[in-house]
């Protein structure tokens, strides 16, 4: 009998699989697009529950990388290079190499300081991408075509696209697994637990931590090319703080260095954030257009009270 | 290159330090003392913006804007730190940064209920409106003196309260030791919350003066908030004197990059390509800055002892 946790994360998936045949019954293609949005962004808390779950590297820049994957492809398919084998594994391979160079600097550090210059290279990023005047510097651009994966997947068909994702998230969930339970991914959760013990027994976590820093963004590149191909829309805001901000919150309240945390907590923020957009509760002006108002104070709240997210409820008794 | 603009790029590059000064002065504090991070610092730089362009708006007077942008804030800063941040203290940072987080998005929301999104006009009274002749063809607005004065006031009172006065000296024990400090029959929990006050009440200064210079909008807090993590990462948390060199080295790096980056680097390669290197090198001058003085120096170039 598998652990309570683990069947939730099966009936997740379920739910997510069975999500476009629904909204083709019931005529709500948004579904399809709201739950395509919060699996990319599971992705993207995924790659960042690593390093700050199980890794304890509270990074609070990791929509850089979302933010160059977005911008890998986006560039490429403005200079008409649209073939998805060439874009996808370029945007995970640049956002690698960039979070190679800031892990390489913020891992030295650690505690605040770790925080603020994560915070800090992701801001110069976000600059970066607002200077760019050609790619349509603060406005951002359309994305000129979808990539393009030589007729074995059309991304332009909705359902198609979905189910893409869907399967890269699997993916991604058994590696980030498989990661975290190898040798590579114990010393990671022993430098985090205790680091002066993880030295004593002869194990430097720096190129451990920077390699987990690497992948993760890797990953979260990935989410990104997925992100661009899902807005058709690339603005420097995908590299904007908030969004880091927002990423870190996903990853807290699905229950940190959890399988399902990420997939949890991106879920559970996007649709709050859709239900306060869209809500009749109290009158205009106080919801839709300052739902932020409201996400601010579940922030305070779920921080203060809830202390082991979502996946925490399903856990049983304390492990 | 003529040195009258030199000089005044200088000027600019003073006074865009001394207000990250009082910004990170604060930060720096409750950092140092409560070991909280505080993002929503940010927030209070806003409030004390508003609230200073409302009521002078509302009275016309420069005065009472001034002391209802200051009392201001510090209450706000008194209100948060009971109502929110008191329980954040024992916990760990990625806590702190998550709740004070969600106070930014919290207050930009209010604020733009309150204000609307759109950036509100804020103006300076008849008599700060003036320049003031420097000698050699240099005039420079009065309204900038008056900030870099202010600001280099605050920083020889701040050092007079913290290293000369008793307040300073509990702040300096709190700092140091907690629990001998409530040992010693201190009220620390009021401490806490006098300096959390008086540091809100810095940014407020900061937000107010910075009104009538930049945009009076719903997140310019945050704007200057990672410039001044910036400053504290290169200065060293915790550090009122690493506060202040950041502070100085960040204005003046920023400010003249942006000046004369661009021009610089046409004598090297070609106009056209500086054209458009230039302005992005110039925004990311001050992160590199910081990456080079981490390599050297991974706390910083004051770290605060103890």
Redesign the interface.
């Known amino acids: 009998m598998p652990a309570p946790r683990t069947l939730v994360l099966f009936a997740l998936l379920a739910v997510l699989a069975a999500v476009p045949p629904l909204a083709a019954a019931f005529n709500e293609p948004f579904y399809l697009d709201l739950f395509r949005r919060i699996m990319i962004f599971s992705i993207a808390a995924l790659s960042l529950n690593l390093i700050?779950g199980y890794g304890g590297m509270?990074s609070?820049g990791h929509a850089a990388y979302l933010g160059i994957g977005a911008y890998s492809v986006g560039i490429l398919a403005f200079y008409d290079i649209t073939s998805g084998w060439l874009q996808w594994p370029l945007a995970i391979g640049a956002s690698a190499i960039l979070a190679a160079a800031i892990g390489a600097?913020s891992i030295?550090?650690s505690?605040?300081?770790f925080?603020?210059?994560t915070?800090?290279?992701t801001?110069?990023l976000y600059?970066?991408g607002?200077?760019?005047?050609e790619f349509g510097g603060d406005d951002g651009m359309r994305l000129k075509a979808k990539s393009d994966f030589s007729g074995l997947i059309d991304l332009n068909d909705p359902t198609a696209f979905y189910y893409l994702v869907l399967a890269l998230l699997v993916v991604l969930l058994w590696l980030v697994h498989r990661i975290v339970n190898s040798r590579f991914g114990r010393v990671i959760r022993a430098a985090h637990s205790n680091e002066a013990r993880t030295r004593a027994i002869g194990l430097s976590p720096y190129p451990y931590r920077l390699a987990a820093f690497v992948i993760a963004g890797a990953i979260c590149g990935l989410a990104g090319a997925l992100l661009v191909n899902h807005t058709a829309y690339l603005t420097p805001d995908f590299m904007n703080?908030?969004r880091s901000?927002e990423l870190?919150?996903m990853v807290?309240l699905g229950g940190i260095a959890t399988t399902s945390g990420p997939l949890l907590g991106a879920a559970a923020l996007l649709l709050l954030e859709d239900w306060l957009q869209g809500s009749d509760l109290l009158p205009k002006?106080?919801v839709r257009d300052?739902w932020?108002?409201y996400?601010?104070?579940?922030?305070?709240l779920?921080?203060?009270f809830a202390k082991r997210g979502l996946a925490g409820l399903f856990a049983g008794r304390h492990e | 290159m003529n040195l009258v603009l030199v000089a005044e790029q200088t000027l600019n590059g003073l006074q865009l330090g001394v207000m990250l000064f009082l910004m990170a002065a604060g930060l720096t504090l409750v950092?140092g003392i409560m070991n909280l991070?505080n993002l929503a610092h940010g927030s209070l730089y806003m409030v004390g913006a508003y609230l200073a362009t409302y009521i002078f708006q509302a009275t016309g007077s420069w005065a009472l804007s001034i002391l209802g942008g200051l009392g201001g804030t510090f209450i706000v800063g008194i209100l948060t730190e009971v109502i929110?941040l008191r329980?954040?203290y024992e916990?760990d940072?990625?806590?702190q940064?998550?709740?004070t987080?969600?106070?930014?998005?919290?207050?930009?929301?209010?604020v733009?209920?309150l204000w609307g999104r759109t950036a509100i006009y804020s103006t300076i009274p008849q008599y700060l409106s003036g320049h003031v002749e420097l000698g050699a063809g240099l005039r420079y607005p009065l309204y900038r003196m008056v900030i870099i004065g202010v600001g280099l006031a605050v920083a020889a009172l701040l050092w007079y309260v913290v290293t000369r006065t008793r307040l300073g000296m509990l702040i300096r024990a709190g700092a140091s030791n907690r629990t001998m400090v409530a040992a010693l029959g201190v009220n620390i929990r009021l401490l806490y919350t006098i300096v959390f006050g008086f540091g809100a009440a810095l940014a407020g200064l900061a937000g107010l003066l910075s009104g009538p210079v930049y945009a009076v909008q719903p997140g310019m807090g945050?704007l200057i908030l990672?410039q001044v993590?910036?400053v504290?990462?290169i200065g060293g948390?915790g550090s009122i004197r690493g506060a202040l060199a950041g502070a100085l080295i960040v204005g003046m790096v920023d400010t003249l990059g942006r000046a004369f980056l661009k021009p610089m680097l046409a004598t090297i390669i070609s106009p056209a390509a500086a054209d458009?290197l230039g302005?992005?090198l110039a925004?990311?001058l001050i992160?590199?800055l910081?990456?080079i003085v981490?390599?050297f120096r991974?706390?910083g170039l004051f770290p605060a002892r103890g």
């Open positions: 700050l509270v609070f600097v030295r550090t505690g605040i300081y925080i603020m210059i915070l800090a290279f801001q110069m600059y970066f607002i200077s760019l005047e703080w908030t901000g870190m919150f807290i002006d106080w300052h932020q108002l996400l601010g104070l579940v922030l305070i779920v921080v203060v | 950092f991070v929110a329980t954040l916990r940072h990625l806590d940064v998550l709740a987080f969600g106070l930014i998005l919290f207050f930009n929301e209010l733009a209920i945050e990672i993590f910036v504290i990462v948390i458009t302005p992005s925004s990311m992160y590199l910081m990456a981490l390599a991974p706390a």
